[in-house]
C-alpha cells in the first residue's frame, strides 16, 4: 500500500474553531489532493497540489484553504469550522509519470458541533 | 471530463462474476475509463483502467464496447470482501491535475 498516512484520524471541534488536517505521503509523488465524502455525494474534489506551494481548487473550495511547503505534507484548513463541513475528508496522492492511480490515505472524520 | 451512469446498486452469489456496468456515451477519443471501489469507510482503491482494449489484471477485467459508450467492470470470483461501492471515472490521462471526479457508484453486494 501506498505510504499515506492522515491525522488526525477523527476529530470533534465547535462552531468557529480554525481545524487543519494534514497528510503526508512518503512515496514522493508528485500530486496530492484533498476531498471530502459526505451521504449521497461520493467524493468531492476540494482542493489539489501539482507541486510545493503549487496549488489549485477543486470544486468544493469555499471554507478551505490549504498549504504544501514540502513534498511530503499537505494540510488542509479550515479557518473557522461550520457544521456544514461536517464530513469525512479523505487525501489522495498520484504521480503523473506512472499513471493517473490515485492512492487514498485511511480519512479523517471530522464533526463540527 | 466526460459523465457517467452506474446502477445504484447490484447483488452477486460469491463465487459468481460480478458484471458491473458502466454508461459513459458522452466520452472523448482521448478519455479513459478508470474503476474504483471503496469498502465501508475506508478510503478509494484504484481497480483498473483503460483506454479502448480489454484490459485484466490481478483484480479484475474491464471490458469497454468498440464505440466506447460503455464498459464493463468484471469480478471473475466475486468474495464477500469485494462487497463495495464502485465508481467508473472517465477523465483524460495527463493533465489538469489528474482530478477525479467520483459519482455515487454502484453499491456491490456479495452474499453467500
Known amino acids: 500500500d501506498a505510504g499515506i498516512t492522515q491525522s488526525p484520524r477523527h476529530k470533534v471541534t465547535e462552531t468557529g474553531t480554525p481545524v487543519t488536517l494534514r497528510c503526508h505521503q512518503t512515496?514522493?509523488?508528485?500530486?496530492m489532493y484533498w476531498y471530502r465524502q459526505d451521504p449521497g455525494h461520493g467524493l468531492r474534489l476540494i482542493h489539489y497540489?501539482?507541486?510545493?506551494?503549487?496549488?489549485d481548487k477543486g470544486e468544493v473550495s469555499d471554507g478551505y484553504s490549504v498549504s504544501r511547503s514540502k513534498t511530503e505534507d499537505f494540510l488542509l484548513t479550515l479557518e473557522s469550522a461550520t457544521s456544514s463541513q461536517t464530513s469525512v475528508y479523505f487525501c489522495a496522492i498520484s504521480d503523473s509519470i506512472v499513471g493517473n492511480e490515485q492512492f487514498f490515505g485511511p480519512g479523517t472524520r471530522l464533526t463540527v458541533l | 471530463d466526460a459523465k457517467t451512469t452506474q446502477p445504484p446498486s447490484m447483488d452477486c452469489a460469491e463465487g459468481r462474476a460480478a458484471n458491473l456496468p458502466c454508461n459513459h456515451s458522452t466520452i472523448s477519443g482521448n478519455e479513459y475509463v478508470y474503476w474504483y471501489r471503496q469498502i465501508h469507510s475506508q478510503g478509494p482503491q484504484y481497480i483498473i483502467h483503460?483506454?479502448?482494449n480489454n484490459e485484466t489484471n490481478e483484480m479484475a477485467s474491464l471490458i469497454i464496447t468498440e464505440d466506447r459508450k460503455s464498459s464493463t467492470l468484471i469480478l471473475p470470483h466475486a468474495t464477500l470482501r469485494d462487497t463495495a461501492v464502485y465508481y467508473c471515472?472517465?477523465?483524460?490521462?495527463?493533465?489538469?491535475?489528474?482530478?477525479?471526479?467520483f459519482g455515487t457508484g454502484t453499491q456491490l453486494k456479495v452474499e453467500l
Open positions: 497540489s501539482y507541486g510545493v506551494k503549487d496549488t
Open positions: 471515472i472517465v477523465r483524460f490521462s495527463t493533465g489538469g491535475g489528474n482530478k477525479l471526479t
Open positions: 512515496e514522493n509523488h508528485r500530486y
Open positions: 483503460g483506454l479502448k
